[in-house]
């Protein structure tokens, strides 16, 4: 949220250059050829796959713009009011850095048809040691401790980076799982959005897959040997009371 904020009000200072250039956002890909057979190995992790998931493990290609900073984001239905336990996100590379930052970002989807609308929440995280591509890295970031609880409705969720910073790093891409979630991208914090499947009709899904709970489920807790055993020193020693003061 402090990067954010702090990126925010850099942005005001140089608002022109990518204004412009958000109406013209042009894809940049790994194999501008797309469609064709699966180059990566699976996703080696089972990080988030019990949970929601619209990929099919198989990341044939990679996705990033030409913008300072991006948004890009994919919708997540059914998911408003539960619990964010955790989220995974692939990303893959060119030579470069093997590292990058970004902010996992919490969209609504109610801006106009649709789109993301109102901004929820933003987390700083990293992703060390990126493979290169055709390798991917499936990586797992826990918010469980945050405790972040989804507002109704169908919600975006995806990763906010400095995308010229970080000009050789890529999402994954899903091509030929047919996945068919919204994915939008944004090159001015959330302002304005672009359809990434108009200018990338190849893409599927973005690999970018999300655990959840009901909060109502999460606060149930079994009783376990300890709290029994608690429990059955309590009586023993109410037992053993009654018994003294009535001797
Ligand atoms: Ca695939």
Redesign the pocket.
């Known amino acids: 949220m402090f990067l954010r904020i702090a990126i925010f009000a850099l942005s005001l200072l140089a608002w022109a250059p990518d204004f412009q250039a958000q109406s013209q956002m042009v894809p940049m890909k790994l194999r501008p050829e797309a469609r064709g057979p699966?180059v990566s190995q699976p996703v080696a992790s089972p990080q988030c796959q019990s949970g929601v998931v619209y990929?099919?493990?198989?990341?044939?290609n990679g996705i990033t713009f030409d913008v300072s900073m991006l948004d890009m984001v994919q919708r997540f239905d059914g998911v408003g009011g539960l619990r964010v336990d955790q989220i995974c996100i692939c990303w893959t590379r060119l030579p470069g850095l093997a590292d990058i930052d970004f902010d996992l970002v919490f969209y609504r989807a109610d801006g106009p048809g649709g789109q993301p609308g109102t901004f929820i929440a933003s987390f700083p995280a990293t992703a060390a040691g990126v493979p290169l591509f055709p390798d991917v890295g499936l990586f797992g970031i826990d918010l469980a401790s945050f405790d972040l609880i989804l507002p109704p409705g169908d919600i975006y969720v995806g990763a906010f980076w400095m995308a010229r910073s970080f000009d050789n790093m890529f999402l994954c891409t899903?091509?030929?799982?047919g996945g068919v979630q919204p994915i939008f991208a944004s090159g001015d914090l959330g302002l304005n959005w672009s359809d990434v499947r108009l200018v990338d009709p190849s893409l599927d899904a973005l690999m970018i897959r999300g655990d959840f709970t009901d909060p109502a489920l999460a606060s149930f807790e079994i009783p376990t040997l300890e709290t029994l055993g608690l429990l059955t020193l309590a009586l023993l020693l109410g037992a053993a009371a009654l018994w003294r003061l009535r001797s």
Do not use: Q
């Not at 990929?55 to 044939?60: F, L, R, T, V």
């Open positions: 699966a990929d099919d493990g198989m990341a044939e899903d091509e030929d799982g």
